[in-house]
């Protein structure tokens, strides 16, 4: 069923993929690897541990960069959208779950269009802190430019599976999530969904009172929902 969505996203999308990493993450496709696959129980433990912050930091000199080295515990579900022009500009989507931001590197933004289905790079968990995290990286540090947080607030986990709610780790294990929003600049449900083993997912909007065919946010409304600025305004 996702060859329809895949022929939709752009192969400008598609040739040039943000700074994601390209390796499988174990974590989010249990039984599919020739590895063997981390299961889910392990998956929730480590969750439990703090989340897997490894990869977020061995990425990064946080001593440089600026970037929250992570450790804050914080309890709701938050999500929040940062605006990063790096060496290319995307949206970075992180939701909360278990103790990280989950994320997605998201080239051309959400859509309040159902009818757009928007390419969604999975990337490395980040930090709680991450969420409130505006500033510039400075040059040759890993995604250097400039991030705001470009849209911020809560969710509610909607996935179900057969009429029966799916919790939001599971839901990720299996490549299917459906949430409902609650931001400034993005309400109503998003859908999205992995295509095939790798990183690559779909974000859609599902068409409910959130849905919007003419507003488009992303190339509308660059401003911060925290401070106001622009990633411009933190530009050199
Ligand atoms: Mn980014």
Redesign the pocket.
Known sequence: MFRSYAQDVDTHDRAEP??APRERRRACSPGTSARLPESLSGYLRRMARGGGLEEYRSKRDLSKSGEPAGGRRGSGDRFVV?R?E?SRL?F?FRLQIGGVLV?W?VPKGPSLNPDYKRLAVR?EDHPLDYAAFEGRIPEGEY?A?T?IVWDAGTYRNLTEKRGRAVPMSDALAHGHLKVRLEGEKLTGAFALSRMGEGEDWLLVKIDDEGADRRRKPAKTRLESVLSGRTNKDLAP
């Open positions: 943000v700074h940062q990063h790096a995307h970075d994320s590197a990337t995604g430019g991030v």
